[in-house]
């Protein structure tokens, strides 16, 4: 892993806090092949167990970490819906945060952050 300051990554933009960041250069896919293209596109169920067990698996990898996952509005959508049962639509547009806590392997995970637009709104980082 390479160890880094988050404000590294925010070079134009003012420091906002002591993350320490680390990029595991040796980090492994979880779903490595695939068959989907354009106009091919994966079925929302399969969408959504694909990134439930993403999320299994890196935290298994990173126990105790915090770990940053980036995804798209629909599997971020899909994820959302898949670890709480929750259908009703949130709009997470391009740039929706979503935050879960692993609580128990019995309870599963827990939303903590669901949709959130609020960085989208500082306006210090426009130009």
């Known amino acids: 892993m390479t160890p880094g300051l988050a404000t590294e990554a925010l070079a134009d ?3 906002r806090g002591p993350f320490e960041v680390r990029i595991d250069q040796n980090y492994v896919p979880v779903f490595v092949e695939h068959t989907f293209t ?3 596109f994966e079925e929302h169920g399969g969408e959504a167990a694909r990134m439930v067990k993403t999320m299994e698996v890196v935290r298994e990898r990173y126990p105790g970490e915090t770990v940053l996952m980036v995804s798209h509005g629909g599997p971020t959508e899909g994820l959302y819906s898949a670890l709480t049962g929750d259908e009703t639509y949130r709009c997470c547009g391009y740039c929706g945060l979503f935050g879960y806590v692993k609580v128990t392997e019995q309870e599963g995970w827990r939303p903590v ?4 637009h609020e960085h989208l709104t500082d306006v210090r980082n426009h130009t």
Not at 113 to 116: G, L, M, N, R
């Open 113 to 116: 952050v669901v949709a959130d």
């Open 13 to 15: 933009s003012e420091p």
């Open 38 to 40: 354009w106009g091919g």
